[in-house]
């Protein structure tokens, strides 16, 4: 299974056509939608991490595969605990 990060589906429309994205590209794909989080989460048939990512940016949307994101906002979050960090 992949999760992508997707900040800007916002609705159901935009959630429909993610759906229907990752349908063209991998119809036997089962498609979770989690609009509160912006999270897509996709348990692939055959299509790649990379194929589906591309299907969803092509319907208009920016997916960023979780652990992308995750690894993002860790290096941007600032640095607690000893001085030698």
Not at 36 to 50: F, K, L, Y
Not at 58 to 82: E, I
């Amino acid at each position: 299974m992949v999760t992508f990060e997707v900040k800007d589906m916002t609705c159901g429309h935009c959630a429909g056509a993610i759906i229907k994205a990752v349908a063209f590209v991998d119809p036997d794909a089962k498609v979770t939608v989690d609009l509160a989080a912006h999270r897509v989460h996709v348990e692939a048939g055959a299509a790649t991490t990379a194929v589906l990512g591309d299907a969803i940016s092509v319907a208009g949307y920016t997916p960023v595969p979780v652990a992308v994101a995750a690894a993002q906002s860790a290096a941007a979050a600032p640095r607690k605990g000893c001085c030698c960090g």
